[in-house]
């Protein structure tokens, strides 16, 4: 009996020494899978930094570059000593080092170059994204092998427990006191293995909402365009916080305006478009959670009663705000679950307003690279590129392009009368008169001066020639007036060629149309000339 029993509780003192065991290298395991998670975050920091750098060439960008990168250097120091027990480990950590060492240094010359590292930033991220496989594995391994070992002790007493019993009835007097301590034991145990119960879920729910930031940030980073972005982000909020349902809302050109962009599971009494004083969230610059018994004052977005709960994030990145994501939460559950992963959840709109800033800023710049500043209209560089698509286009489909070449006539003497000023003022209404008065996939470019061309796809010659003439009679009906003066009429003299009947290729095509130009203005201008076909 006594053998028995102290056999008994030696098993259930080791297996419970081997739960806290398991446990500790649960803890170890997570510890270096946060480590790693951080780590990601910054190399994509880093790159978009460098990108960031690279566009705007503002030293803040470059700082935030090299202190991410001295965080990367100290955090793979940090790993080898957390890894120490995992040869596999060591090894990916034996290259991470290097390749830490390798990108501090692209990036160093980077400053001067103004390239972004990406053979470095790739090796960091492939050493990163290894041992964070690994490491989940391992994490998934010892989860396991601890909620076999949570029932072993379990089984093993009760059937100590039950055996005790039998003797027990014999026995009573003697083993009373060992059966009061037995159960005091057994509670404690219970009480360790709900404690370790609770700490594994935790840490798989940890585990679960980190690789949900993570494919959101993957999938961010795939983003071309801002509208993209702005529905990815939806995604990721509706997985993030369920039974929740929203908008994301960005401004207006004139910033005036905020107008709904993207929305999740029908925000109910949201406004599609509302001034920007209507959000106390966007008043304030910070997260606002408007809730019974904290903060009573409602916002003024939404059309009829207002909901009793809900909260409003800014949108904000480089120094500027574009809008806000909205939140309502309908019952207790969803606002529960939003204030546990609150700091998730705001993370995650701050990465997409970094995203949309990016997008934004890279499409600003690709339009200032084909607009011209004046008129708004395509510039030269841009016609060059389109006519050759459009003429390939014309030879595949067999459809003919026509080609319009403008000219403003005696502009000079708008100049000499009234100013350069006044000059501008003619040309932007005549851009205006222009991109009104043809077809949607036609397409206006300033080619220089007060020269225009006009490129119209899919049009007969004669349809073409009419085009022209109704264009010519449009501008000679222009009024224009300068400084609340009216300018004298505006003519123009139009030169018309079209492919393949008048031209060969896309250089043939567009000298012809000058030619005709040409030809309208030494007949006597504010007439359309056609070129001979050849």
Same mark, same amino acid.
């Given at each position: 009996m006594?053998?028995?029993?102290?056999?008994?509780?030696?098993?259930v003192?080791?297996?419970?020494?081997?739960?806290?065991?398991?446990?500790?290298?649960?803890?170890?395991?997570h510890?270096? $899978?946060?480590?790693?998670t951080?780590?990601?975050?910054?190399?994509e920091r880093?790159?978009? *930094?460098?990108q960031?750098?690279?566009?705007?060439?503002?030293?803040?960008s470059?700082?935030?570059? $090299?202190?991410?990168?001295?965080?990367?250097?100290?955090?793979?120091?940090?790993?080898? *000593?957390?890894?120490?027990?995992?040869p596999?480990?060591?090894?990916?950590?034996?290259?991470? $080092?290097?390749?830490?060492?390798?990108?501090?240094?692209?990036?160093?010359?980077?400053r001067?170059?103004g390239?972004v590292?990406e053979?470095g930033?790739?090796? !960091?991220?492939?050493?990163?994204?290894?041992?964070?496989?690994?490491?989940?594995?391992?994490?998934?391994?010892?989860?396991n092998e601890?909620?076999?070992?949570?029932?072993?002790?379990?089984m093993w007493?009760?059937a100590?427990?039950?055996?005790?019993?039998?003797?027990?009835?014999?026995?009573f007097?003697?083993l009373?006191?060992?059966?009061?301590?037995?159960?005091?034991?057994?509670?404690?145990l219970?009480?360790?293995?709900?404690?370790l119960?609770?700490?594994?879920e935790?840490?798989?729910?940890?585990?679960?909402?980190?690789?949900?930031?993570?494919?959101a940030?993957?999938?961010?980073?795939?983003?071309?365009?801002?509208?993209?972005a702005?529905?990815?982000?939806?995604?990721?909020i509706?997985?993030?916080?369920p039974?929740?349902?929203?908008?994301?809302?960005?401004m207006?050109?004139?910033?005036?305006?905020?107008?709904?962009?993207?929305?999740w599971r029908?925000?109910?009494?949201?406004?599609d478009?509302?001034?920007?004083d209507?959000c106390?969230?966007?008043?304030?610059?910070?997260?606002?959670?408007?809730?019974l018994?904290?903060?009573?004052?409602?916002?003024?977005?939404? $059309?009829?009663?207002?909901?009793?709960?809900?909260?409003?994030i800014p949108?904000?990145?480089?120094?500027?705000?574009?809008?806000?994501?909205?939140?309502?939460?309908?019952?207790?559950?969803?606002?529960?679950?939003?204030?546990q992963?609150?700091?998730?959840?705001?993370?995650l709109?701050?990465?997409?307003a970094?995203?949309i800033?990016?997008?934004?800023?890279?499409?600003?710049?690709?339009n200032?690279s084909?607009?011209?500043?004046?008129?708004?209209?395509?510039?030269?560089?841009?016609?060059?590129?389109?006519?050759?698509?459009?003429?390939?286009?014309?030879?595949?489909?067999?459809?003919p392009?026509?080609?319009?070449?403008?000219?403003?006539?005696?502009?000079?003497?708008?100049?000499?009368?009234?100013?350069?000023?006044?000059?501008? !003022?003619?040309?932007?209404?005549?851009?205006?008169?222009?991109?009104?008065?043809?077809?949607?996939?036609?397409? !206006?470019?300033r080619?220089?001066?007060?020269?225009?061309? =006009?490129?119209?796809?899919? =049009?007969?010659?004669a349809?073409?020639?009419d085009?022209?003439?109704?264009?010519?009679?449009?501008?000679?009906a222009?009024r224009?007036?300068?400084?609340?003066?009216?300018?004298?009429?505006?003519?123009?003299?139009?030169?018309?060629?079209?492919?393949?009947d008048?031209?060969?290729d896309?250089?043939?095509?567009?000298?012809r149309?000058?030619?005709?130009?040409?030809?309208?203005?030494?007949?006597g201008?504010? *007439? !359309?000339?056609?070129?001979v076909?050849?």
């Amino acid at each position: 009996m006594l053998a028995f029993t102290l056999a008994g509780v030696l098993l259930v003192v080791s297996s419970t020494r081997q739960i806290l065991a398991q446990n500790a290298w649960l803890r170890h395991t997570h510890v270096v $899978l946060d480590e790693l998670t951080q780590d990601a975050a910054r190399v994509e920091r880093i790159d978009y *930094q460098m990108q960031l750098f690279q566009a705007t060439k503002q030293e803040s960008s470059y700082r935030s570059v $090299l202190l991410n990168a001295v965080g990367l250097q100290t955090s793979a120091v940090r790993l080898q *000593q957390l890894v120490q027990d995992n040869p596999s480990q060591l090894r990916h950590c034996a290259e991470l $080092l290097p390749a830490v060492d390798r990108l501090s240094r692209e990036l160093d010359a980077a400053r001067q170059t103004g390239a972004v590292p990406e053979t470095g930033l790739r090796d !960091v991220r492939r050493v990163i994204n290894g041992m964070q496989a690994e490491e989940g594995a391992l994490l998934e391994l010892r989860r396991n092998e601890t909620q076999n070992s949570v029932w072993r002790p379990t089984m093993w007493g009760a059937a100590d427990l039950g055996f005790s019993m039998v003797v027990w009835a014999v026995l009573f007097a003697t083993l009373i006191r060992d059966a009061r301590r037995r159960r005091e034991f057994e509670e404690r145990l219970s009480r360790a293995n709900g404690s370790l119960a609770t700490t594994v879920e935790a840490l798989g729910l940890r585990v679960s909402e980190a690789m949900l930031l993570k494919h959101a940030r993957d999938e961010l980073q795939l983003c071309v365009t801002a509208q993209e972005a702005y529905d990815c982000t939806a995604r990721h909020i509706a997985q993030l916080i369920p039974g929740s349902s929203g908008a994301v809302l960005l401004m207006n050109n004139s910033r005036s305006m905020l107008l709904t962009a993207a929305t999740w599971r029908e925000p109910v009494g949201l406004l599609d478009g509302f001034e920007a004083d209507a959000c106390c969230g966007l008043r304030t610059g910070r997260p606002r959670w408007r809730k019974l018994g904290e903060s009573e004052i409602h916002c003024a977005h939404f $059309l009829g009663t207002a909901p009793e709960n809900y909260l409003c994030i800014p949108l904000a990145a480089l120094g500027e705000t574009m809008g806000i994501v909205y939140l309502m939460l309908p019952d207790a559950a969803v606002e529960e679950a939003t204030v546990q992963r609150l700091p998730l959840l705001t993370e995650l709109v701050e990465l997409a307003a970094m995203t949309i800033a990016g997008l934004n800023l890279r499409s600003k710049l690709e339009n200032q690279s084909i607009r011209d500043g004046l008129t708004n209209l395509f510039n030269r560089h841009f016609l060059e590129i389109a006519l050759e698509r459009e003429v390939q286009r014309s030879t595949r489909s067999g459809a003919p392009l026509a080609v319009l070449m403008l000219d403003v006539d005696y502009f000079k003497s708008f100049n000499d009368l009234f100013g350069h000023e006044a000059g501008d !003022v003619v040309l932007r209404s005549l851009a205006g008169c222009l991109q009104s008065s043809v077809r949607a996939e036609d397409i !206006v470019c300033r080619y220089g001066g007060e020269e225009f061309v =006009i490129l119209l796809p899919e =049009i007969t010659p004669a349809m073409a020639a009419d085009a022209a003439e109704r264009l010519r009679e449009q501008v000679a009906a222009m009024r224009v007036e300068f400084r609340g003066e009216p300018l004298r009429q505006i003519s123009i003299s139009v030169g018309l060629c079209t492919y393949p009947d008048g031209a060969s290729d896309a250089v043939e095509l567009l000298r012809r149309a000058d030619r005709a130009l040409y030809q309208a203005k030494h007949a006597g201008r504010n *007439q !359309v000339h056609v070129a001979v076909e050849v």
